[in-house]
């Protein structure tokens, strides 16, 4: 079967890569939080949990998206990455002391400014989550639908 162009030059399919990539940046970010968490034994701030309940969620309702060519992803997709994506700017915001650490919500357990990692002296864990965030809401964002 032959996929026709629409009005502006693209193939049915090829919004489809759009929710591939967001599909696979939740899944890398999911994955990524599992093991720092589970392997190597990093215990998450309140903040990152907020970030995991954001993030978690969209592996499955993306996945759902891309198997039943839902055409209102954007829906369902974009409360979760928006919040999450407000969350993840404010525990950088707090993690690079750029605001006081007073108005922090990680009262108990581990606090949500500690390094727990820093690899090649500037990727952190909430700068890795802000990232995915970023991407997955610029891929919603950029995607037209038909």
Known sequence: MERTPDAEGQTEGSGQIFLYLIWITALVATIGSLFFSEVMELPPCVLCWYQRIAMYPLVAIVAVA??????????????????????????????????????????????????????????????????????????????RSK
Not at 93 to 104: A, D, G, N
């Open 66 to 143: 891309i198997i039943t060519r839902d055409r209102w992803w954007k829906m369902y997709v974009l409360p979760f990455s928006i919040t999450g994506l407000a969350v993840a700017v404010y525990h950088n915001l707090l993690y690079y002391h750029i605001i006081p650490e007073s108005i922090t919500p990680c009262t108990e357990g581990v606090s949500c400014t500690s390094v727990q990692l820093e690899w090649l002296g500037f990727i952190t864990i909430p700068l890795m989550s802000l990232t995915a965030f970023i991407i997955i809401n610029i891929l919603a964002l950029i995607h």
